[in-house]
C-alpha cells in the first residue's frame, strides 16, 4: 500500500474511509475544509492541506430524480456538509419522494474496499 504522502488524492480518500467514517482535507493555511480531494487548496491555492475526520452531517441543498425503465426511480442529491463543502451522492434507503430540501442528512461509508462511497441517511434530529 502506498504511503498516504505518495498517494494521489482520490486513493488517500479511499484509504481514510476505510474506517467507516468521512474524512475531508483542511487547508492549514486558510483553515478551509476542502472536497472533492485534491492536491491544491481550491479557496487559496496551498499545498498545505492534511486530513481530519469529519461530522458527516449535512443538510439536503437540491435533488434530482432519476427515471429508468429497467431500475427503481432513485435520486441524487447535493448536501451541504456542516463542515462547509457541498458533495454529490445518494440516500439508497430512503425513496426518492420522502426526500426533502432541507433535510438534516448523516453520511455512512457504504461499499467494499477500494470502491468505498459516501451516502447518506436521514439524520435522526430530523426537524
Known amino acids: 500500500m502506498a504511503s498516504l504522502t505518495q498517494a494521489g ?10 474506517d467507516g467514517r468521512l474524512w475531508l482535507q483542511y ?3 486558510c483553515g478551509q475544509a476542502v472536497f472533492m480531494p485534491r492536491i491544491l487548496c481550491q479557496h487559496c491555492s496551498s499545498l498545505a492541506l492534511q486530513w481530519r475526520p469529519v461530522s458527516g452531517r449535512g ?3 437540491s435533488l ?7 431500475k427503481p426511480n432513485h435520486a441524487i442529491v447535493l448536501v451541504d456538509l456542516d463542515e462547509g463543502p457541498r458533495m454529490m ?3 439508497p434507503e430512503v425513496a426518492p419522494e420522502d426526500i426533502r430540501i432541507g433535510m438534516r ?3 455512512r461509508i457504504d461499499g ?3 470502491a468505498r462511497a459516501v451516502v447518506f441517511d436521514p439524520a435522526e434530529d430530523t426537524q
Open 9 to 18: 488524492p482520490d486513493q488517500a480518500f479511499q484509504e481514510h474511509v476505510a
Open 27 to 29: 487547508c492549514d493555511d
Open 59 to 61: 443538510t439536503v441543498h
Open 64 to 70: 434530482t430524480v432519476l427515471h429508468q425503465r429497467s
Open 89 to 91: 451522492s445518494r440516500l
Open 105 to 107: 442528512v448523516q453520511a
Open 112 to 114: 467494499e474496499d477500494g
